[in-house]
């Protein structure tokens, strides 16, 4: 993995490097992508068959160890969880006042573990090296006619074109305003549309011209 | 040596509002008239008002725009049949760097250019360092392409063109979106390249200084020769204001 | 070609973009439009005169997708748009991304996703034959199908399994979202003519 890290071209897309990764040099950091996801995937079950409050609670208490043993930011960690949090924590009184108080633990409980174990795979793995482990990971469709590599090349495409979409955008509000039709989405959101496509073709027009399609 | 043999290329133009209902027709648009000719030179240089259709004429010798009747062939290889060759041996500049720059970073886009060589990916990524470096972009190799100036995507354009070595350069008007200082950086390494160069331009003075110069109007090739009669005919037709566009 | 019915007997004149249908123009205009989806899950919600609940236009970039590219693109466009989301780049609904989402109790909107842009598209395909005066309200009844037949049910099925609710509870929970969505598809159904008028061949050429 490290030897690949080297070579890949690393991919900063428009807000910070990496997504919401955290570089770090945990164990968790070392793990591949692909062992994460499946441990993260047999959490997920082990929290939906599993029921009781013992199991939710140690399930619980080995996702929170697990981050703690990621040493990430407190703050940015805390900022991803809370919205969840909140839910959690209105949904379980919900339901202890309607079904009782292990009801509305499990819940509550179920909820902050996967979206904490989630968010901690997710800030301990590059989304390069994750979507690197999906275009690898689809490689058997080959055989049904679905190209990996075409997979990754429109990885970087919709990358390539997210920062200039976002410019159209902040580019047709502007010129709403200007014409003091900012509230109407005829002035904002269909001129942003169809540059979509205009840059659609062009982008087309441009792969062809270099050979990419033969 | 590109061949134009009596390639015209027309086009469906989209219908007026009041005939776009379930029965209205949409138009017949010539782009292009027949036009035959040799080029072999090493320098061209293609003139004309906006919309007279020398971008048509640019298109179709990489396979881009395919002739409506006749034909086109790049060293013998047909547009229309053997796109894939034709595009080996042609590289296309586009006016705007943003339209031509696909992907996220530098170093991806020219590795882009060269998966055509089937290089494996790592050699691909150290392939276009080199490409890169010898463009003077080494240091923005890996920063995103949105964060570069206009000057330095068009020098990025060229080079992920130019990374797999092509025997001619294709240019839809490739300075007329530079300021000054970046229009002469263009030109000179245009200037400089061993390859043959087709460039359709605003730009007079570049147009001078190719071997022969084509006029474009109306869409049809009106003068094809000496480049200082091409120039004096070009702003003729601009002064009487009988073009289209 | 729906102007011309006897295709077989009249002579076309070739387009002159190659690029215009083959696989690279496709391959763009999924790209292009999984980037669109993004950008307006990101930009600022919208708040409507009236309106209690902000709109996000995550969903109206859903739907504008399986309109506008049809069943096969459409679909292609959300799932890339999902996986790069899923990947960790923050461009779901509110500058979130990762795949915390997997474990919210709002997944089934977004497992809905790409089976709602699919049957939009597919409705909007059978429809592209219609008065082009019909066309916005076309639009609007496969978008609104689409929300009506899987965003909602699958929405609200997910919520309430996560969180554990009566069918009859999740259903009050996920009506609030009812209005906002009404607006969105009439949205995507007016933007989605506006694409059509700007390139007539996205309603003739589709698959």
């Avoid at chain 2, 206009?150 to 992920?160: C, I, P």
């Avoid at chain 3, 915390?100 to 709602?116: R, T």
């Amino acid at each position: 993995m490290r030897r690949r890290r080297a070579q890949g071209p690393r991919r900063p897309p428009w807000t910070g490097p990496l997504g919401l990764f955290h570089a770090g040099s945990s164990w968790l950091h070392r793990v591949g992508p692909g062992p994460k996801v499946a441990g993260l995937g047999v959490l997920g079950i082990a929290v939906v068959a599993l029921t009781g409050v013992v199991t939710t609670l140690a399930l619980a208490l080995v996702t929170v160890a697990t981050a703690v043993s990621a040493r990430l930011p407190l703050r940015s960690t805390t900022r991803a969880v809370l919205p969840v949090l909140l839910t959690a924590a209105t949904v379980g009184a919900y339901q202890v006042w309607q079904r009782g108080p292990a009801v509305g633990l499990e819940v509550g409980l179920d909820l902050v573990t996967l979206v904490l174990a989630a968010t901690v795979v997710t800030a301990t793995t590059r989304a390069d090296e994750l979507l690197d482990a999906l275009v690898r990971g689809l490689g058997p469709l080959r055989r049904v006619g679905l190209r990996p590599e075409v997979l990754a090349m429109a990885i970087g495409l919709m990358l390539r074109a997210v920062p200039g979409l976002l410019q159209t955008a902040t580019e047709v509000r502007e010129a709403a305003r200007a014409r003091g039709l900012e509230r109407d989405p005829r002035a904002t959101l269909a001129p942003a549309a169809v540059r979509a496509v205009a840059r659609a073709r062009s982008t087309g027009e441009a792969l062809a011209a270099r050979g990419v399609g033969d | 040596m590109i061949e134009l043999e009596q390639a015209g290329v027309t086009a469906y133009a989209p219908a007026q509002p009041e005939e776009r209902g379930s029965g209205g027709h949409e138009q017949v648009v010539t782009l292009l008239h027949p036009t035959t000719c040799t080029l072999a030179e090493r320098r061209i240089a293609v003139i004309g008002a906006n919309g007279s259709g020398k971008s048509t004429l640019a298109r179709l010798i990489n396979g881009l725009a395919l002739p409506s009747s006749g034909r086109v062939l790049v060293d013998g290889a047909d547009t229309a049949t053997d796109g894939a060759a034709v595009r080996r041996r042609v590289g296309f500049v586009f006016t705007d760097p943003d339209a031509q720059l696909v992907m996220p970073t530098p170093v991806e886009d020219v590795a882009l250019s060269l998966r055509r060589l089937g290089l494996d990916r790592a050699a691909r990524t150290a392939r276009a360092r080199q490409v890169l470096a010898r463009f003077g972009l080494a240091e923005r190799a890996e920063l995103p392409v949105s964060a570069l100036s206009g000057g330095q995507k068009q020098l990025l354009a060229l080079a992920g063109v130019l990374a797999t070595e092509p025997a001619v350069l294709v240019c839809d008007e490739p300075t007329t979106l530079l300021d000054l200082r970046w229009r002469r950086v263009v030109d000179d390494l245009l200037d400089g390249l061993p390859q043959q160069v087709l460039l359709v331009t605003h730009d007079l003075e570049a147009a001078a200084r190719a071997d022969r110069v084509l006029v474009v109007d109306q869409a049809q090739v009106v003068h094809d020769g000496d480049p200082e009669q091409a120039v004096a005919l070009y702003r003729d037709l601009m002064a009487s204001g009988a073009t289209t566009g | 070609m729906s102007a011309v019915p006897d295709e077989g007997t009249t002579p076309e004149p070739a387009r002159p973009v190659l690029a215009a249908r083959s696989a690279t123009a496709d391959l763009a205009l999924v790209s292009t439009f999984a980037a669109f989806i993004a950008v307006c899950a990101i930009l600022p919600a919208i708040v409507l005169p009236g309106m209690a609940v902000p709109i996000t236009l995550q969903t109206f970039g859903v739907m504008l997708a399986g309109l506008v590219l049809g069943p096969r693109r459409g679909t292609l466009a959300v799932l890339l748009y999902l996986a790069v989301g899923l990947a960790g780049l923050p461009i779901f609904a509110g500058g979130t991304g990762g795949l915390a989402v997997l474990g919210k109790p709002s997944l089934g909107y977004l497992l809905a996703f790409p089976l709602a842009a699919a049957l939009a598209g597919y409705v909007m395909t059978r429809l592209s034959s219609v008065r082009r005066s019909l066309l916005p309200l076309g639009a609007f009844a496969a978008a609104t199908l689409a929300s009506l037949l899987l965003i909602h049910p699958l929405g609200i099925s997910v919520m309430g399994a996560r969180l554990g609710l009566s069918p009859a509870e999740a259903i009050t929970a996920g009506a609030t979202f009812l209005p906002g969505d009404v607006i969105k598809n009439a949205l995507a159904a007016v933007v989605a003519t506006a694409v059509f008028r700007a390139f007539p061949d996205l309603l003739r050429a589709r698959r």
